[in-house]
């Protein structure tokens, strides 16, 4: 059985798992869907036609779900999609999608510090680990393992790559490469992110070729259309390199040098 607080209010379609605890004054509305072990703290709000897999802990005054901030916002169904074993901490925001059938997504295992804010239509990966005040504007994809830093903005339709890292109180504008580091306003790629990969297991020899990449796309002062070429047929291939060749051969917004 799932335990409410007497102050809480749930609305009578919202779904609920087993076992979820929803705490004092925290508000669930009727498009809402929680999976077992959910734990809202105090002072919740989670509404819209949201769902949240199993064991997701939400901290007080954090906001899932609602309407869209976006001027465009026109009506219409539209979603947010939560995996299992997320922190959401204090008034973390994760908005709805802007039109009608779009879909707002967050997987699994993500930690989202304090005030931190997922816009419209954004797409969240797993193990993803966001500072306090960390932002995404509208449509952005970050991938798996990603990190980005305290008091950074990431602009609309940037993709930031897995195993990616973003420094403090950064300014993207442009896609951030995955296994890279990125930092400073407009930020640039400075580095590999070397240890983040040493401590996901990555072997010296894929380490190795993605130092080499990087010195290739950012310190040769080649074209990217160029550096594509010399990269491709001149490093060893791997998963890893393979990866991000095909995230830079897909960028339209350029990637972050």
């Avoid at 950074?152 to 897995?162: D, E, P």
Wanted: proline content about 5%; overall charge negative.
């Amino acid at each position: 059985m799932s335990t409410l607080h007497p102050t809480a209010i749930l609305h009578p379609e919202a779904v609920l798992g087993e076992d979820c605890w929803i705490g004092p004054y925290c508000v669930v509305g009727a498009g809402v869907r929680l999976g077992d072990r959910c734990r809202l703290h105090s002072h919740v709000v989670i509404d819209g036609n949201t769902s949240l897999g199993s064991d997701n802990e939400v901290f007080p005054f954090a906001c899932l779900g609602l309407k869209t901030q976006d001027l465009k916002w026109k009506g219409g169904l539209t979603r947010v999609e939560i995996g299992d074993r997320n922190v959401f901490r204090e008034y973390v925001t994760v908005h709805s999608a802007t039109s009608d059938g779009g879909i707002t997504r967050v997987g699994s295992d993500n930690h989202f510090l304090a005030y931190v804010h997922l816009a419209h239509d954004v797409t969240v990966g797993h193990h993803v680990i966001m500072s306090n005040v960390a932002t995404l504007a509208g449509h952005v994809d970050v991938g798996d393992h990603a990190v980005i830093g305290g008091l950074a903005a990431v602009h609309q339709f940037c993709r930031i790559g897995s195993f990616a890292m973003i420094g403090g109180c950064s300014k993207v504008v442009q896609d951030v490469p995955p296994y890279m580091m990125a930092d400073g306003n407009p930020a640039e790629t400075r580095f590999i992110n070397k240890v983040g990969l040493e401590r996901n297991g990555f072997p010296p020899e894929t380490i190795k070729t993605l130092i080499s990449a990087f010195k290739i796309f950012f310190k040769e002062g080649l074209t990217t259309s160029n550096a594509l070429v010399k990269a491709a047929g001149e490093l060893p291939p791997s998963p890893a390199l393979e990866h991000l060749l095909q995230f830079i051969r897909t960028t339209e917004r350029g990637i972050s040098k």
